[in-house]
């Protein structure tokens, strides 16, 4: 089965994918239900969860309900558990809405929410992250999640999401990164997809950021903190919600 995820992953362009996981999303979500694992964004409990991964294909990581990964489920507990997202009225900016929290947002009574992407089919704004068409300071809460690994000038969209934050609004600025590297890595050269996914962990990504990610984040002039949120979270929590134990949260603020 992972090489059947690894095949079609790679092989369906991604807005078709999204489209295709609509249908297909019910039907894996009923044959795997059972009690082991859950999804903390829908309550549902499943025997086990689907693999994923372009390259490293990983065990056990997309909630067959929500699609969501480690990586949303924790953002959820984060958001859900640790801010006043769900009460408070906010301007709410999502780059590349996830499936996961798409409609779940758009039926919150207190946001004014956004969504955004140059290529998803489910964004309402078609825009340039590097070009923007809104106001300085226009949202007080920005969702941007595993998106700047695929822009080339990293430096200029995160400059544009520092300008359409609000003083005093929140960032959520989640991308893959390793731990082991002090650096970010990138090379404009490689062009090829196949080893773009060698080299970068996926075919469309233009780098590996390091450790130097959070560091960069401040120079735009973000307020940066690295929460280690399962730090806050039980063993029995990490496991149930099969989460990325020790993942830090770029939280940025303005």
């Given at each position: ?213 959070f560091e ?21 929590e990490i ?16």
């Amino acid at each position: 089965m992972n090489k059947l995820f690894k095949f079609f992953l790679n092989l369906i362009p991604r807005p078709l994918l999204i489209r295709l996981s609509y249908a297909v999303r019910p039907i894996v979500a009923f044959f795997l239900r059972g009690d082991r694992y859950t999804d903390p964004i829908d309550g549902n409990s499943y025997r086990k969860f689907l693999p994923y991964g372009y390259e490293r294909v990983r065990e056990n990581v997309l909630a067959p309900g929500t699609l969501s990964l480690e990586r949303h489920r924790l953002f959820w507990l984060y958001l859900t558990r640790e801010t006043s997202f769900f009460t408070e009225n906010l301007k709410v900016l999502h780059f590349a809405p996830e499936q996961a929290f798409l409609k779940r947002f758009r039926r919150l009574k207190n946001i004014n929410y956004t969504t955004t992407d140059l290529n998803s089919p489910i964004a309402d704004v078609k825009a340039d992250i590097c070009n923007l068409p809104f106001d300085d300071n226009a949202f007080d809460f920005i969702i941007c999640n595993h998106v700047l690994e695929h822009i080339p000038d990293d430096t200029k969209a995160m400059q544009e999401l520092y300008r359409v934050l609000a003083p005093g609004g929140t960032a959520i600025l989640q991308v893959p990164y390793d731990r082991n590297r002090a650096t970010t890595f990138e090379d404009d050269s490689i062009t090829d997809p196949k080893e773009r996914a060698a080299i970068f962990g996926q075919y469309d990504h233009v780098r590996v950021y390091g450790m130097d990610y959070f560091e960069k984040l401040a120079s735009i002039g973000f307020k940066v903190e690295a929460l280690n949120y399962t730090q806050q979270l039980t063993e029995a929590e990490i496991e149930t919600f099969r989460l990325p134990k020790n993942e830090l949260i770029p939280i940025a603020h303005k």
